[in-house]
């Protein structure tokens, strides 16, 4: 009996141990998840009973220098189902069939997507309102759950190719993929939201369940040094080049303000349109046919991995920065610029173009023999080889390759746009040679990219400081705040001013006198260097690069602009002849926009009330008829579609053989136009001859000069309205001075 209470009492101990030991584990286990996994659990159990579905943040703006869109976001929808949702509802079928038709889909492809086990899958993005209010309503008809309807943006640029390759594009996602928008992503790309939706434990939506929104933040706006104005004066006069000179490896043009290195245009050709990065660009002018040979525009995506080879290889492929190239004599400026500013040379030191020996290689002169005894000055005026080399010789070489690195040849710019190539110098065992030093004193034998030598020719323009090129100007909130300023940075200072001075002059020179001719620009002081370099076909295909590089005005520059054309028509490739002219008419129009005053010579006066008679074009291609009209120092207008050059002109004012002045405006008509054109008389009072003549060409009309001195009258009074292309007759007098009192 003893024995059995003893036995009972153990037990019963144990019991009570083991219990206690149960509920101290339990009491502790508790403990540890309310007090130490709590959190984490709670949002976990969030998270289960909740179910997010995105809401894009709207990407911020992309705004020209004066605030002009360049690229937006607009306001669109995107349809979403929950896969679990769908099955449960026994409606399936209905769903496939029902956002397929409405959709423009396939009905396979929204089955397919009904029976993943994901939370959410997209049916459709990029929808407009007027969709998403249908699917709405359907959904509201046949009582449907699962399907939503929620808000999207879709990235728009409305200048369609202007500036593409520094702009760039965005995916589905709305993540930049190229240029500005890679650039800038994590100032443009905003915050995302979502709306919260409760679920069952079979991931389904709770009848009546509550739905929070958390709402997504906005990107920033990105303000660039990019001038729309600019970038489309570039844009059109390098587009015309391409196609007269029959480019076929693309080319560029770089315009850069060199007193802070921003950069104000930036074009390449061929470009694309950033709506439709992906679409085949097949017969684009500048791009060699053999490149499209394998491909059919019939079959094209724009998907497959050698579809998107083409595109980064051409129509995507910035050339001012992807792109490097030997530079040739526009080259000889910085050689010059380490010459006078070590004191080897000056403008007055006699050289000559004889042949000069390097390493057995014979180094001549483009046209031997041809110029002989000269000045320094003459010697760039002339673009003569040999001196450039002597002048190298002279440096040595660890003083002549200090300042090529000075000049930043051997670093790249970061400029923030992706694939910024830099320059490749080829560099023997042992360093650099004389024969590397010779050959590279006139630009032969190393590649840089354009914008490595635009920056270059900023220094030798404004005082000697290297500038760092710059694109973005500010990053600004949607109301307009600053959020963040870039400013101009020297980088360092390479030359003096009184080299810059005296290498300015010497470069006017170039213009004036010698190769770079046809970039002079009346009433502008233009200085530049022209260029023809060689490339790996010069000799099978005798193909060339010409450029020419410069700055204006003079004495006070404003703009630097450098013109790249890669693989011209071989009958006509030098850079003086082919390049310095694109140069010339760029510089004039924009130094016209940014109301730089002309400041004509007496000679440069009397030419421009020189007059012409007006030639036939009509009927003429608009190729003819540009042509026709440069050659008698016209300008023309188009007026109607057809901008093409192989269009016909269909009229045009004034009519054949009317006598005008140089620099007035021919109209041409590419549409039989029902009625003219016209266009309100501007008031001409107190203008001078050429400030009358500027005003009446901006509106498309032109001038006719009796007498001298500023505007008294004119035929047609302010405010008429007349045909564009008429002439308005303005009387000039020379105004007497009052006498002053005289105490």
Known sequence: ?????????????????????????????????????????????????????????????????????????????????????????????????????????????????????????????????????????????????????????????????????????????????????????????????????????????????????????????????????????????????????????????????????????????????????????????????????????????????????????????????????????????????????????????????????????????????????????????????????????DLGIDRFYKYLSAFGMFEKTDLGLNGEMNSIFQKQAGGFKEIDMATASFGQQFNITPVQLIRAYGAIANGGKLMKPMLVKEVRDSNGNIIKRFEPEVIRTVISKKTSDTLREILEGVVSKGTGKNAYVKGYRVAGKTGTSTTNETKSERRYIASFSSFAPADNPRICVLVVLDHPDPASHMGGVIAAPVAGRIIEDVLSYLSVPRRYTEEEQKSLLSEVYVPNVKGKTLENAKKLLRERGLEYRIEGDGNSQDAVIMEQTPKQDAKILQKSVVILYMNKPAEEATVAVPDLKDKTVLEAMQTLNKVGLNLKVDGSGTAVSQNISPGETIPKGSTVRVEFREMMALPQDVD
């Open 1 to 393: 009996m003893v024995r059995t209470n003893l036995s009972i009492k153990r037990r019963l101990l144990f019991l009570l141990v083991t219990f206690t030991v149960l509920v101290v584990a339990l009491t502790g286990r508790v403990g540890w998840i309310q007090f130490v996994e709590g959190k984490e659990l709670q949002k976990e159990a969030y998270i289960q009973q909740n179910r997010g579905r995105e809401i894009r943040a709207k990407r911020g703006t992309i705004l020209d220098a004066n605030g002009k869109t360049l690229a937006m976001s607009e306001s669109v929808q995107m349809v979403t189902i929950s896969p679990k949702v769908v099955r449960g509802s026994k409606k399936a079928g209905t769903v496939a069939k029902g956002l397929a038709g409405i959709l423009g889909i396939k009905e396979e492809d929204v089955w397919k997507k009904i029976q993943k086990s994901t939370g959410y899958e997209y049916i459709k993005r990029k929808i407009d309102k007027k969709t998403g209010d249908e699917i709405i309503k359907w959904k509201v008809k046949e009582g449907i759950t699962g399907v939503y309807v929620d808000e999207d943006t879709r990235r728009v640029y409305p200048k369609r190719n202007l500036a593409s390759h520094v702009i760039g594009f965005t995916n589905i996602d709305n993540e930049g993929l190229y240029g500005v928008e890679r650039m800038m992503e994590q100032f443009l790309k905003g915050v995302p939201g979502k709306v919260m939706s409760e679920v069952d434990v079979g991931g389904r939506d709770i009848p009546f369940g509550q739905e929070k929104r958390i709402e997504p933040i906005d990107g920033y706006n990105v303000v660039l040094t990019i001038d729309e104005n600019i970038q489309y004066i570039v844009d059109k006069h390098l587009e015309q080049a391409v196609y007269d000179n029959k480019v076929i490896r693309g080319a560029t043009v770089i315009v850069m303000d060199p007193r802070n290195g921003e950069i104000l245009a930036m074009v390449s050709k061929p470009d694309y349109d950033p709506n439709n990065p992906f679409a085949c660009p097949a017969g684009v002018p500048g791009i060699d046919p053999k490149v499209w040979a394998d491909i059919d525009p019939k079959t094209w995506k724009g998907t497959t991995t050698k579809e998107v080879n083409k595109l980064s290889s051409t129509v995507w492929r910035n050339k001012a920065i992807n792109d490097t190239y030997m530079p040739g004599s526009t080259f000889k400026a910085v050689t010059s610029a380490a010459g006078l500013e070590e004191g080897v040379i000056t403008p007055n030191s006699p050289v000559n173009d004889f042949t000069v020996t390097v390493d057995g290689w014979s180094i001549n002169c483009w046209k031997p023999n041809a110029h002989g005894n000269q000045t320094f000055a003459e010697g760039v005026y002339h673009s003569c080889n040999p001196v450039f080399v002597r002048v190298a010789q």
